[in-house]
T-cell receptor, first 115, second 115 residues
């Protein structure tokens, strides 16, 4: 296992609700990336945080937002949930600011179901 | 836009058979290439990666991959698979352009090895 933890493991919400997912990075890692993995798809990059600042963003609407805390743990917030937001949400931590050659260490994911 | 194609979505092999999983990417510049694996019930983990140098890269558990620049390919190979190799395999790419932070992923290949 990687030392990256995520909570909760599973979550059921209804359309229009808001959700917060949490991630604790591996010890010593200062960078957290979030991915959305729909069923049968590869992960899609949502955004990355480095030292509490957003450090890159994929093609996700503003209702997907995040935070990184001084201990480098992170939250992913999704507002106004839609059915298509149902997916596995993966958090990955790395050391070094998210450079293109960094190895990322993944957590187990949070499976979100929107009804 | 940069993309990654994995040609085989589902592969079924018998133990001791040889494995080759295809991965092609679309980007004309310098790339960094990764293979990740997800064993049943476990986190995504790095198998191997290529940044530069010898295009034949060796990873964990007897896996290797060859970068062929002219073919934009990074195929994963293993001479003799074991039942424990049953997993989902993902090819992913980053590039060195600008301030890129994104891992671009393929759809994944599900490998089932029959004992």
């Amino acid at each position: 296992e990687t030392g990256v933890t995520q909570s909760p493991t599973h979550l059921i919400k209804t359309r229009g609700q808001q959700v917060t997912l949490r991630c604790s990075s591996q010890s010593g890692h200062n960078t957290v990336s979030w991915y959305q993995q729909a069923l049968g798809q590869g992960p899609q990059f949502i955004f990355q945080y480095y030292r509490e600042e957003e450090n890159g963003r994929g093609n996700f609407p503003p209702r997907f937002s995040g935070l990184q805390f001084p201990n480098y743990s992170s939250e992913l917030n999704v507002n106004a949930l839609e059915l298509d937001d149902s997916a596995l949400y993966l958090c990955a931590s790395s050391l070094g600011g998210g450079g293109s050659q960094e190895t990322q260490y993944f957590g187990p994911g949070t499976r979100l179901l929107v009804l | 836009a940069q993309s990654v194609s994995q040609h085989n979505h589902h592969v079924i092999l018998s133990e001791a058979a040889s494995l080759e999983l295809g991965c092609n990417y679309s980007y004309g510049g310098t790339v960094n290439l990764f293979w990740y694996v997800q064993y049943p019930g476990q986190h995504l983990q790095l198998l191997l990666k290529y940044f530069s140098g010898d295009p034949l890269v060796k990873g964990i558990k007897g896996f290797e991959a060859e970068f062929i620049k002219s073919k934009f390919s990074f195929n994963l190979r293993k001479p003799s698979v074991q039942w424990s190799d049953t997993a989902e395999y993902f090819c992913a790419v980053t590039n060195n352009a600008g301030n890129n932070r994104k891992l671009i992923w393929g759809l994944g290949t599900s490998l089932a090895v029959n004992p």
